[in-house]
């Protein structure tokens, strides 16, 4: 398989940022990793292994970023608003040096790029397709949280004002902009969670975001799998198989 390091200092985050690319060809996917999790996780953790056949077939080109989490919604010691300012310049990296450089490395300089992630990854997923449809295509978001005032953040409802704007239960149910729901239309947006152990609090959110969406006629594919359908690695490894076999296969 055909694999890439590629590393430069981000101006939007003030320090080196890492990412692999994986294959030669293929829709861009741009993968974001679990919480606190690292560039090279995919491949660490086996998931490139369980779906290198989309990525030597050249269905896929698999761009796998690095995250600010620790430095974001994971640092504690930082106010709500300090964190949410700190993803706001991990946007912008994403958005201005990320997104640039892959549509310069697929040769496609218009090219709408899939998000996804697992957990935390799946988070990120949906934000930001839900923050850019123009940039991104749609998401394959697996087993994620997508809203920020809960304890696995150690944020509540007296902190939502200050990350509002990127928590997507909270954005989306009041968005009216019609310039985001006519990209909407045109994404294909893809949320799956199990509903074994420890996917209780992913299964209410995807629930919510289900029903957002179908509030707003936001196109969507909401998909619940099995009670024995954990939050590890060996379903992810299944359900990305099973949803790229649908986008690309």
Request: charged share 20%; with cysteine; hydrophobic share 35%.
């Amino acid at each position: 398989m055909h694999r890439e390091t590629h590393t430069w200092h981000s101006p939007h985050l003030g320090h080196d940022m890492t990412l692999n690319v994986y294959g030669h060809y293929g829709a861009p996917v741009m993968v974001f990793p679990c919480s606190r999790g690292r560039y090279f996780d995919y491949e660490g953790m086996g998931m490139i292994d369980a779906i290198a056949g989309f990525i030597d077939g050249g269905q896929v080109k698999l761009f796998c970023v690095d995250s600010v989490d620790d430095q974001s919604w994971y640092d504690s010691g930082k106010s709500p608003a300090d964190r949410n300012a700190r993803h706001e310049a991990y946007d912008r990296y994403v958005v201005n040096e990320v997104i640039p450089f892959v549509r310069d490395h697929c040769n496609q300089p218009d090219v709408r790029v899939m998000a996804n992630g697992c957990s935390m990854g799946a988070y990120h997923a949906v934000n930001f397709y839900l923050k850019h449809p123009d940039l991104f295509a749609g998401t394959i978001a697996l087993s994620g949280l997508y809203r920020l005032d809960r304890a696995e953040f150690g944020l509540g409802a007296d902190d939502l004002p200050a990350v509002y704007f990127n928590s997507p239960l909270s954005y989306l149910s009041g968005l009216s902009d019609a310039w985001f729901f006519e990209r909407y239309r045109e994404g294909r947006m893809i949320v799956c969670v199990g509903q074994g152990a420890w996917e209780e609090e992913a299964v209410e959110d995807t629930r919510a975001l289900e029903s957002i969406c179908r509030e707003k006629s936001i196109p969507a594919w909401f998909d619940y799998w099995g009670h024995d359908v954990n939050h590890d690695w060996p379903w992810w490894y299944r359900q990305m198989n099973y949803f790229l076999g649908h986008l690309y296969g």
